[in-house]
């Protein structure tokens, strides 16, 4: 381990969709400015929660359903379209622009696609993952699950996982949701989606019948450890992290515009 690079691996607590949000920008600003490592941080949701991409209008969702149905509501960091989360794993991913990282957006998706398709094998799940660019006409879909994209990993053609990408010309921030349950009555309603319409995603309850969180949260730290040959340490947010955070929360995460 000695001669291994070392990342950080941050298994976060459960916590509320404004905070996840600035935490996760924190992390990945201070990773791009060379004061904290490379980090891999996974965590949950204390409530129901949409994440809107970075330039999605929010006339694609019903948000007075949410508001009356205490669903919150908060725009990511990265692009992409809208996701539900709740029960589900999500991770997100700080790199610099250097090694096997240094050649672009494609290029880092296919990387991290490939680690979590050996840690969803390992978990049970044969992934199948997308290695070309989706049409144009698919991106005008509110719903990140209604298509799987470049890199992305699907199971029978159903999702299984859904990421996405903020850039900066020192690094970037990648973050994704991986779906335990999906509850596609709620779906429709926040995404607007006709009653007949099909939404292909499901969650790792349907596919393994005793599903642990845990065994698969093990199983994404040693198959980042293989794919890239690196150790992943036990870590937490510095302080310089969390109290930008809580600044980034409440200047740019509190308020939906």
Known sequence: MNNMEIWRFIDSNSSNAVFNMALDE???INVKKGKSKTTLRL???????????????????????CNNNCISVVRRPTGGRGIL???ELTYSFSSQNIGVFANGLLNSYYYLGCAFKKAFISTGIDADMRIERLPAKMLKTALCFKSASYGELSHNGRKIIGSAQKRWKEGFLQQGSIPFSVDNQ???RVFRIQEDSSIFITGFRDLIS???PAILKENIRRAFETAFKIALV???PSSQEIEMAHQLAFQKYKHLH
């Open 186 to 188: 709620m779906i429709k």
């Open 210 to 212: 005793d599903f642990n």
């Open 26 to 28: 924190a992390i990945a």
């Open 234 to 236: 036990d870590s937490r």
């Open 85 to 87: 989360h709740y029960d």
């Open 43 to 65: 965590y949950g949701w204390n409530n129901p929660s949409v994440t809107l991409g970075v330039f999605q209008n929010i006339a694609t969702i019903d948000i007075e359903y």
